[in-house]
């Protein structure tokens, strides 16, 4: 009997759901496993919890296909299948996916949002348009959107992270190894330490840049605009020079002993140096 519950509940999950039904399906996961989600559209919640074990509910889109829940080896794949992208009925596919804690992560959404919180396994996460949004996640973590603003408050050792017409907004509570930050339209903020060694990039066009560091500071910082652009340090003394004939501004200086190399650049915009 014992063995015959895990087969039903893998069988149950794999059966595909109809469009526009309620989805409620589990399966056993490995608790360092992978979790794949591809949604086209609507919204999408990723909370990681102590069970072995994946969780979906919610509903599934009006337009899709098919939506299906399977395992294979110690990948999952959550998949709501929209051929036709002429979209006359509903909202999308609203669905809430529980995971093992340390299992990674891996979204692709088209024209959803996303919100990941509790997850301690590496995430990535890419919306063609769509908010990105993150709480307590303690892996390294990847983020695009190519329409949509970014906003992660982590504890991760590294930090990739992209928007295009949208904000970047990065809190981190660990010491930061390696950051790459940019933005197209859109402002970037950074709040973390750095490692002794961290290299953190960031660049932003149309939009400011602010670094806001934790902790004591020891970094070889880089900093340029384009014209008309201004540098704000609040580290130290050091003050920019500035372009006869353009206005552009750079700064190269170091903070402490050193070690972390910060490169920053913006077009069009501030770049700001400040401390807690």
Same mark, same amino acid.
């Given at each position: 009997m014992n063995r015959l519950i895990p087969t039903l509940m893998a069988l149950a999950a794999a059966w595909p759901a109809a469009a526009g039904e309620t989805v409620n399906q589990q399966v056993e996961a490995a608790a360092d496993g992978e979790v794949v989600i591809e949604i086209v559209r609507g919204m999408v919640s990723v909370e990681g919890w102590d069970q072995n074990s994946v969780s979906v509910v919610g509903t599934r889109d009006d337009e899709s296909d098919e939506f299906s829940v399977e395992r294979e080896g110690n990948v999952i794949t959550i998949e709501d299948d929209v051929h036709s992208m002429r979209f006359s009925r509903g909202k999308g596919t609203d669905i809430a996916v529980k995971v093992p804690r340390r299992n990674s992560v891996k979204l692709s959404v088209i024209s959803a949002d996303i919100e990941l919180r509790d997850l301690s396994g590496d995430v990535r996460a890419e919306s063609v348009s769509g908010n990105i949004g993150a709480t307590n996640a303690g892996g390294d973590a990847r983020?695009?959107?190519?329409?949509?603003?970014?906003?992660?408050?982590?504890?991760?050792?590294?930090?990739?992270?992209?928007?295009?017409?949208?904000?970047?907004?990065?809190?981190?509570? &660990? &010491?930061?190894?390696?950051?790459?930050?940019?933005?197209?339209?859109?402002?970037?903020?950074?709040?973390?330490?750095?490692?002794?060694?961290?290299?953190?990039?960031?660049?932003?066009?149309?939009?400011?840049?602010?670094?806001?560091?934790?902790?004591?500071?020891? &970094?070889?910082?880089? &900093?340029?605009?384009?014209?008309g652009g201004e540098i704000e340090n609040g580290l130290s003394a050091a003050k920019p020079d500035e372009e006869r004939y353009t206005g552009a501004e750079s700064l190269e200086m170091k903070v402490g002993n050193g070690g972390a190399d910060v490169d920053a650049s913006v077009i069009s915009g501030t770049i700001r140096f400040t401390k807690e």
């Open positions: 983020m695009e959107s190519v329409s949509g603003n970014i906003k992660v408050f982590t504890a991760a050792r590294r930090v990739d992270a992209e928007s295009v017409s949208g904000d970047i907004e990065i809190d981190n509570s &660990a &010491a930061l190894s390696r950051a790459d930050l940019s933005t197209v339209s859109g402002n970037l903020t950074l709040r973390s330490a750095l490692d002794p060694e961290a290299d953190v990039e960031l660049e932003s066009v149309s939009g400011d840049v602010t670094l806001n560091f934790r902790g004591e500071v020891n &970094a070889r910082i880089s &900093a340029e605009t384009g014209p």
